[in-house]
């Protein structure tokens, strides 16, 4: 059974810090595409950040670059994302994604940036 797990998601206060954790398993994960997703209330999923399998070329969204990394980890099955100087823009539902021959979602983490 393939599971994608996120966790690290809460509220903090603008300016602050949070890193999300995608844990996966079922899969082989060095071989997957491992992306993050944000769909804030009333708006359309949109892509934040992307990793290739081994890590060596990241992409991301402008609004969070300067501000977010995506990392990796695959002898823990694990991609990352660490965010920092968080706006209240950043709120939204957070989700990994990876993509190999099949793509598989995760079920998505709260994030609030509010004081």
């Known amino acids: 059974q393939v599971r994608l797990v996120e966790s690290g998601g809460g509220l903090v206060q603008p300016g602050g810090s949070l890193r999300l954790s995608c844990a996966t398993s079922?899969?082989?994960?060095?071989?997957?595409?491992m992306s993050w997703y944000r769909q804030a209330a009333g708006m359309e999923r949109e892509l934040v950040a992307a990793i290739t399998d081994t890590g060596g070329w990241k992409n991301y969204a402008d609004s969070v670059k300067g501000r977010f990394t995506i990392s990796r980890d695959n002898a823990k099955n694990t991609v990352y994302l660490q965010m920092n100087s968080l706006k209240p823009e950043d709120t939204a539902v957070y989700y990994c994604?990876?993509?190999?021959?099949?793509?598989?979602w995760g079920q998505g983490t709260q994030v609030t940036v509010s004081s």
């Open positions: 994604k990876g993509v190999y021959v099949d793509t598989y």
């Open positions: 079922g899969i082989t994960f060095s071989n997957y595409f």
